[in-house]
Nanobody, 124 residues
């Protein structure tokens, strides 16, 4: 079984930065592509970014491109999301998830395991 625990969310002013972390327990972390999604109340979960299991490739949503950076440390079983130039529209619960399969995995159904989420609130 694979368990994911996110941390690093919080309240930040517009233009500020946050770094989210997701620690993964269980076997074979390094064989999973890892992704970040976000969800606002009443809306569908939205893809943000993903990183290949090898860490060689990354892929971003248009809204994340140029502002967010996904990275991973396979030795620490951890994936990160560095978020800069945050906007009020970025306010959401952010989830990390693990996938095996085609690259890049941008749909929620492509992910096998999910964390519980961490709230990010950006004030104007």
């Amino acid at each position: 079984q694979v368990q994911l625990v996110e941390s690093g969310g919080g309240l930040v002013q517009a233009g500020g930065s946050l770094r989210l972390s997701c620690v993964v327990s269980g076997r074979a972390f390094s064989s999973y592509s890892m992704g970040w999604f976000r969800q606002e109340p009443g809306k569908e979960r939205e893809f943000v970014a993903t990183i290949h299991w090898s860490a060689v490739s990354t892929y971003y949503s248009d809204s994340a491109k140029g502002r967010f950076t996904i990275s991973r440390d396979n030795a620490k079983n951890t994936v990160y999301l560095q978020m800069n130039s945050l906007k009020p529209d970025d306010t959401a619960v952010f989830y990390c998830a693990a996938a095996r399969g085609r690259w890049p995995p941008v749909r929620a159904y492509e992910y096998e395991y999910w964390g519980q989420g961490t709230q990010v609130t950006v004030s104007s």
